[in-house]
């Protein structure tokens, strides 16, 4: 199987909104494709439908036709952020939330006391305010495509705000060596080369520094079940769904000692409940009143079985921890 993809092959007549489509995989070249699901925008419901392709080869998951830079900042105006924000409220209350990012930042804690610390898809920073109970002397910086980072900045939970991502323009230079930890959490899929993301996140590491990334699984069991409306698609926001192996074939290739690989921990108990608020999220009210009880039934089997799920491929996501080399 070839490392470095082959020259992409495209079939689709131009959209200012999406890439031509292609029919080799980004990640390994591949040319064995499959569709995995096709769907529209499920909180908007605006015209159009989106389409995610999978690699027979080596598993990759992603867009296909991808959206363009035209289309990636539309479909991430502040609009589109708040709404989505709604529908999270609606399915992990913001204890959940904060429970979950306190039990991450305990877990980190093992990698000591860092110095600097970058917080890269960071929304609100809500992930560094909890950290810092752990981390009381880590400075800890945020970077966001949306303007959340800097109202975050405003409010105190970070200490310097970056608006982008790691490979816009200039970022990764200006931001170099800079970090003893980076974390992306479920932040990769949005990127359009998460490759590139990777490389500019060791750019900003320094030697010996730690590198932890958070993703949606594509191999979990839910996504085969559930479809178009296993949340962690996250269409049209979501490009790549990338396989742990290929996560950890990458940064090892990058020089990279992986550290930990965890699938328990990072898994969210929410497919259930999710697939059923996104079927539900443009009906009348007096639907939702009757669907309570279906709504209550998938929460209760999502927390219920969280236990299992984390030690199997329904797992939704995974973890890994991987050390920048020093030389």
């Known amino acids: ?24 995989c980004p990640w390994c070249g591949s040319r064995r494709l499959r569709t995995r699901l ?4 499920p909180l908007r419901h605006r015209a159009g439908t989106f389409t995610v ?24 105006r502040d609009f589109y952020e708040r709404q989505l924000e709604e529908f999270a409220a609606r399915v992990l209350s913001a204890r959940a939330v904060r429970r979950r990012q306190r039990a991450t930042a305990w877990r980190l804690s093992a990698l000591g006391e860092p110095e600097s610390w970058l917080d890269v898809g960071t929304g609100h920073a809500r992930f560094p305010e909890a950290a810092k109970e752990f981390f009381p002397y880590t400075s800890f910086d945020g970077l966001d495509p949306t303007a959340r980072v800097e109202q975050a900045l405003l409010e105190g939970r970070v200490e310097e705000a970056h608006r982008g991502y790691l490979t816009t323009p200039g970022m990764a230079a200006r931001l170099r060596a800079r970090y003893d930890v980076v974390t992306m959490f479920r932040h990769l899929e949005h990127t359009p080369d998460p490759r590139a993301e990777l490389r500019a996140a ?23 079940l559930l ?13 790549h769904l990338v396989p ?22 990072p898994h969210i108990p929410y497919d259930l409940s999710a697939a059923v608020a996104l079927s539900l999220a443009h009906a009348h009210p007096l639907l939702h009143v009757a669907a309570t009880p279906v709504t209550a039934l998938a929460r209760a089997l999502d ?3 969280a236990p299992l799920a984390r030690r199997t491929r329904f797992s939704n996501a995974y973890r890994v921890v991987a050390r920048k080399g020093r030389g």
């Open 202 to 224: 060791l750019t900003v590491l320094r030697p010996g520094g730690h590198l932890v990334v958070d993703v949606p699984d594509p191999a979990c069991v839910f996504a085969a």
């Open 227 to 239: 479809g178009r409306w296993w949340f962690p698609y996250g269409q049209p926001r979501h490009l």
């Open 244 to 265: 742990r192996a290929s996560l950890c074939a990458e940064l090892t290739g990058l020089g990279c000692a992986i550290l930990v690989v965890d699938r328990a921990a």
């Open 303 to 305: 927390r219920g079985g």
């Open 1 to 24: 199987m070839p490392t470095t993809p082959l020259t992409p092959q495209f079939t689709t007549p131009y959209d200012p909104f999406q890439e031509p489509r292609r029919e080799d």
């Open 53 to 76: 392709d999978a690699c027979g080869d080596c598993g990759h998951a992603f867009q296909n036709p991808r959206l363009s830079a035209e289309g990636l900042a539309f479909f991430h």
């Open 38 to 41: 096709r769907a529209p925008d």
